[in-house]
């Protein structure tokens, strides 16, 4: 079979195993952030932490108590790490120095869902804090997205309320009912796969072929290897993240690792339309992510495929960088789709694409990853999308916009034109800063196109909670530590106020009846025009970046 009908197949059984859960999992999902019953342990962690579940938040209380429990995560990550040295399942001896620059840059990368690492996983962190720090940021730094999302359908499906339910309750929800279950399936599933689960450190030393001895690292991967992907997080364990045989060993895993980064992200759409009391709502924001997603796995594969971008005599250049185990079009489908969720895990690197293979990674975090997106930030960025899509099209025909009966007034553009404006404002002015440093532009491994394509995508995958890094920039700087951190940090929070704030705008107003004006919202033409939107918004505010960076790498 040739690499193209190859990588045809590979994502049309993706594609249909997605569609296979969307129904059953997006249902379950409605189920659990609107059941009433608690569960024992449940209601032991509420009883622990001080929270009454039946007490309901505004869009304020609910900010804030998203704000503080983010913060206390940040703080309890940053002493973890500082003092890893005194705790067991230490490392024996670190291969990189874990200063306290280093610990906040990597506390705020995993609890904003960033996961963006600027050390090796196996020479840097010891297995407690990776168990105890990393993995746990991993479940609750999504589930905090999953709230936050249910938190924006509410706002849409209630009326003449203040009330957007109970951030408490969905965080713990979310955490034991969503993500917990399907992690310890699927963490059986990749050790059958072969990634391994251990407790060994830097102990075990083998006789190679040639008779030299090498070390063979341990840990328990497939633990945090399996809520990686699922909380479409992406920090690996091992410096080569999901391009390492002991997080990813096979081309079935792999595959594995596509699906379930994937899997919540293009479910969540179902339990938007559940809660909303509308289905077909549901399936057209489905519609749309799917869309965006496939045009941009076509469009990455083919720049791969077919070498474009690269100087004709580098025979072989796509695939450099790439781990002949999975090949050129797996490795370019798990980069779309990791760089289109938020996950940020890479199985190749990105630095090596072509030029133009490489923009699409860095224009799929761009559009803010919402398709399908995080887990949770996905749905609330393309629900974003969709009302301002209802805006400009309420403006062209000269009626106030309505979406699922809510007005759209100034005041809700205004939060969602905030919510928009906010990343590319972190990414472009961080990458200028960068630019304009002699010191930072000396982090770079290359010059000129290339070199601003590196500072431009980390700027890119940190604004945006991705993760993933274009290499050859070096980031274990106190500046660059100190500004990717800043960026995740304003990148993650700054767009959850707004999209609290426009929940609670809408939860206060009461039902609009459709009448004969109205845009019908659920309609294929509805779906083209937010498609349309999202990519002119996201090329009219980075062309000109891109155009210094990969563009011009490509056409050179």
Do not use: C
């Amino acid at each position: 079979m040739d690499p193209t009908t190859a990588g045809i197949v590979f994502v049309a059984s993706l594609v249909l195993a997605l569609a296979l859960v969307h129904v059953p999992l997006g249902d379950y999902m409605y189920r659990v952030y609107t059941g009433g019953n608690h569960s024992r342990i449940e209601r032991l962690v509420y009883k622990t932490i001080g929270v009454q579940p039946q007490v309901e938040q505004t869009w304020g209380i609910y900010a804030r108590s998203v704000l503080a429990f983010s913060a206390v995560s940040i703080l309890l990550l940053f002493f973890l790490q500082l003092a890893q040295g005194r705790l067991p399942l230490r490392l024996a001896d670190p291969g990189t120095e874990m200063t306290a620059a280093l610990a906040w840059n990597t506390a705020v990368s995993f609890t904003t869902n960033t996961n963006w690492q600027n050390y090796s996983g196996e020479s840097t962190q010891g297995h407690l804090v990776q168990m105890a720090g990393l993995a746990v940021q991993n479940f609750v730094s999504a589930a905090v997205g999953m709230a936050v999302a249910v938190a924006l359908v509410r706002g849409f499906a209630r009326t003449r309320t203040g009330d957007l339910g109970n951030f408490w309750v969905d965080l713990v929800r979310g955490t034991i009912r969503i993500l917990l279950p399907i992690a310890f399936v699927f963490a059986i599933v990749l050790v059958a796969g072969g990634v391994i689960q251990n407790f060994h450190s830097h102990d075990q030393i083998v006789q190679t072929v040639a008779g030299a001895e090498q070390t063979i690292t341990g840990g328990p991967v497939a633990s945090q290897e399996v809520i990686k992907v699922l909380g479409t997080n992406g920090g690996g364990f091992y410096n080569a993240n999901s391009a390492h045989p002991f997080e990813n060993p096979t081309s079935w895993t792999n595959w594995v690792e596509i699906f379930l980064l994937l899997v919540i992200a293009f479910s969540m759409p179902r339990t938007f339309g559940r809660m909303v009391g509308d289905r077909r709502q549901g399936y057209a924001i489905a519609a749309i992510m799917a869309t965006i997603a496939v045009i941009s796995v076509a469009l990455t594969n083919f720049f791969q495929l077919r070498h474009h971008g690269t100087v004709p005599t580098a025979i072989g250049a796509a695939t450099e960088g790439v781990e002949q185990r999975f090949g050129v079009a797996d490795s370019a489908t798990f980069a779309t789709s990791t760089t289109l969720s938020s996950t940020g895990a890479v199985n190749s690197f990105h630095d090596s694409y072509t030029s133009l293979g490489g923009m699409m990674t860095m224009f799929n975090m761009q559009l803010g990853e919402v398709a399908p997106g995080g887990t949770g930030s996905g749905l609330y960025g393309m629900l974003i999308l969709a009302v301002i899509t209802v805006f400009v099209a309420g403006q062209m025909v000269g009626r106030t916009p309505e979406y699922l009966g809510k007005k759209i007034t100034p005041h809700q553009i205004k939060l969602a034109a905030s919510y928009f404006l906010i990343s590319p404002l972190i990414v472009l002015v961080g990458t200028a800063v960068a630019m304009a440093l002699p010191g930072q532009r000396a982090g770079m491994l290359n010059t000129g196109p290339h070199g601003l394509s590196e500072v431009l995508y980390a700027f890119t995958s940190a604004a945006n909670n991705n993760g993933s890094s274009f290499a050859g920039l070096t980031g274990n700087t106190e500046w660059y530590n100190t500004a990717l951190g800043l960026a995740m940090v304003f990148g993650r929070f700054l767009p959850i106020i707004f999209v609290l704030a426009l929940a609670g705008s809408l939860a206060r107003q009461g039902t609009t009846p459709a009448s004969i004006g109205t845009l019908p919202t659920y309609r294929p033409q509805f779906v083209g025009m937010v498609v349309g939107v999202t990519v002119i918004l996201v090329a009219l505010t980075f062309l000109p970046a891109l155009a210094l960076g990969p563009l011009a790498e490509g056409i050179h």
